[in-house]
């Protein structure tokens, strides 16, 4: 399942998108995680080293080399030139699973914990004045593009706060998207936000509530938010440690708050995965980016690149004869 976690700066999505992963890992499921933030907390939040992990690679800065990999054969795409964020997989394309080894993974990515986690990198100063974010999250678009996951794997995806999620189609890219939400008029105003901007691309949205302290908060949730909320976080002493450095075992979190956890579980995989709607919607933006800017860098209509009977999920199972 392809997760996405969302909502207002300081929401507490980066910590519930880390409790999530480590507590499904906890459980034995597949899991990765990717931080798609520009500011770059997941990793610490998972419990790796920070400064380790800030000095590591990253997903941005190897944007070529995801896409000379992913493209492979695939005779519609002869350079990486001629690759954008959105290129959708077609014959000859490699395709990813969650747990498997190949050059990209084995670079990018840190095992920490049953977790594989990848960071798409900060603003450098060579970025300021001249780039935006989501050239860094191209490659994350990609990966998510080629990734073939089951509903017992779990990918999950710390995106960037507020609506900047919809700069770009990446927001298609997930079966399920969480929207961790304060019991305030801000942090509510991003979830009519995200309902606006998505009730045209049939995107799932549910509502963790988060930084709960008594019944008046969660009825102002649910009198905003309505039955889009499917559990809340109450203020908790593990995070509290966790956050100055004393990140225990996810077993040690309260247990009404693991409960919310395996609650958001359990309605990923309840939801199923939809090939035919991912594919569509990735052929969707990939058209929309060839017209509006693509075509133009490349000299040749990169919509032809769209093979239209390719469903992701569809064409690997034929393969593996499944």
């Known amino acids: ?130 780039s935006c974010y989501h050239s860094k999250v191209g490659a994350v678009e990609l990966l998510l593009n080629h990734l073939v996951d089951g509903t017992d794997e779990f990918v999950v995806v710390d995106m960037v706060a507020g609506a900047e999620a919809f700069a770009s189609g990446m927001f298609t890219r997930f079966d399920h998207t969480f929207l961790v939400c304060e019991p305030t008029l801000r942090s509510v105003g991003v979830y009519k936000q995200y309902i606006g901007y998505a009730e045209d691309y049939d995107v799932r949205i549910a509502v963790i509530g988060n930084k709960i302290d008594d019944r008046d908060d969660v009825a102002f949730l649910r009198e905003h938010v309505g039955d889009a909320l499917i559990g809340w976080c109450g203020r908790s002493k593990y995070v509290k440690a966790a956050e100055r450095g004393s990140v225990g075992p996810v077993d040690a979190l309260e247990p009404e708050n693991l409960a919310v956890l395996d609650a958001a579980r359990q309605s990923a995989v309840a939801g199923g995965k939809d090939w035919a709607k991912f594919t569509r919607q990735a052929h969707d933006f990939h058209r929309k980016a060839a017209l509006a800017w693509g075509n133009d860098r490349a000299g040749v209509d990169l919509a032809d690149q769209i093979v239209p009977d390719y469903v992701l999920g569809e064409h690997l199972l034929r393969a593996q004869h499944v």
């Open 1 to 130: 399942m392809k997760l996405a976690f969302v909502g207002k700066g300081g929401s507490g999505k980066t910590t519930l998108a880390s409790l999530f992963a480590r507590r499904a890992a906890a459980l034995g499921h597949p899991v990765m995680a990717v931080d798609a933030d520009i500011n770059q907390h997941l990793a610490a939040a998972l419990g790796l080293d920070a400064e380790a992990a800030a000095m590591g690679p990253v997903l941005g800065e190897h944007l070529g080399d995801i896409k000379d990999y992913l493209r492979g054969t695939n005779p519609l795409i002869p350079s990486a030139d001629l690759m954008l964020k959105t290129t959708p997989p077609g014959p000859g394309s490699r395709l990813l699973t969650v747990g498997e080894s190949n050059p990209v993974f084995d670079a990018l990515f840190t095992e920490h914990e049953g977790i594989r986690f990848a960071a798409t990198g900060g603003f450098v100063d060579d970025d300021l004045g001249v």
